[in-house]
């Protein structure tokens, strides 16, 4: 089946909002090229983003078609819809999972050459590119794009996103390396080779202050966009008619050279 077809069919599908039993072997089709990175919520093309609306209906319908099942051994209690199970990997597909209480849900593509620290989740059409490493506590939130030889370091969340289907995922571009407890949310993209240090929150209506522009990013088609090589650290500011009150605004303090690509080198040796 041409993916052009399967697009057809899981539009229709969702548009007609009921779901038969035969429905069940379209899922399927669209689940394993999902699980094999083959279609993915947004794709880089000529330079930009371009959402995939009609992969989030997919998993939207995967969630209609499931029922409630046992996950495993049901002595411990985990409980999710029967389509959406831990995906489970061999030793050829070159990724390093390392035990505690990390799981990658079904629907989601790992690449080859990623580490995941315990304990990590990795939700429904994530992708996760190559060389990446998911460190401790780490989300990657449904949708959610992960580039190439990313660091997500310990605690960092990674929002996810389904609905509304036109919004757009989150999106890690490849280099970047994201610091501890950092949470990136609602269609933020980090272009390449960014730095966010630890702490910082960025959302889709979080101001961020460039100092070395002495102005305020603008958004990009309604979406936050972070430009290459920024070193973003946390930062406030006063409220106008509150100057007793900050809010969230993080800074772009300097631009990436040499120092910083040692500071946040990935750890080759640990590989």
């Known amino acids: 089946m041409s993916l052009s077809l399967l697009e057809q069919q899981i539009k229709a599908l969702f548009v007609k909002n009921v779901c ?29 983003w371009i959402v995939h609306e009609w992969v989030k209906m997919g998993i939207l319908i995967g969630f209609k078609l499931g029922t409630l099942a046992a996950m495993h051994d049901p002595e411990w209690g985990f409980f999710d819809k029967n389509n959406f199970g831990v995906r489970k990997y061999a030793i050829t597909d070159g990724i390093r999972i390392v035990p505690g209480g990390s799981s990658v849900r079904t629907g989601a593509f790992i690449a080859n050459n990623v580490a995941i620290m315990p304990p990590s989740f990795v939700n429904v059409g994530a992708y996760v ?66 730095v966010l240090s630890a702490g910082v929150i960025i959302t889709g209506s979080t101001p961020i ?56 080198k990935l750890e080759e040796l640990l590989r």
Request: charged share 20%; proline share 4%.
């Open 20 to 48: 038969h039993s035969e429905d069940h072997e379209l899922f399927h089709r669209f689940l394993l090229l999902l699980n094999e990175g083959k279609i993915r919520a947004a794709s880089h093309i000529q330079e930009q």
């Open 129 to 194: 590119d190559e060389n990446t490493m998911i460190d401790s506590h780490v989300l990657v939130g449904s949708c959610a794009q992960i580039g190439k030889n990313v660091h997500l370091s310990a605690g960092a969340m990674i929002g996810g996103v389904l609905e509304p289907i036109n919004a757009s995922p989150v999106i890690i571009e490849d280099n970047v390396f994201i610091g501890g407890n950092c949470g990136v949310y609602e269609g933020v993209v980090i272009k390449k080779s960014t």
């Open 209 to 264: 202050f460039d100092t070395t522009s002495g102005k305020f990013l603008l958004k990009q088609n309604g979406v936050t966009i972070i430009p290459e090589k920024a070193v973003v650290v946390p930062g406030s500011r006063s409220l106008k008619n509150h100057p007793e009150m900050s809010i969230n605004c993080p800074i772009i303090i300097k631009y990436r050279d040499d120092k910083t690509d040692q500071a946040v």
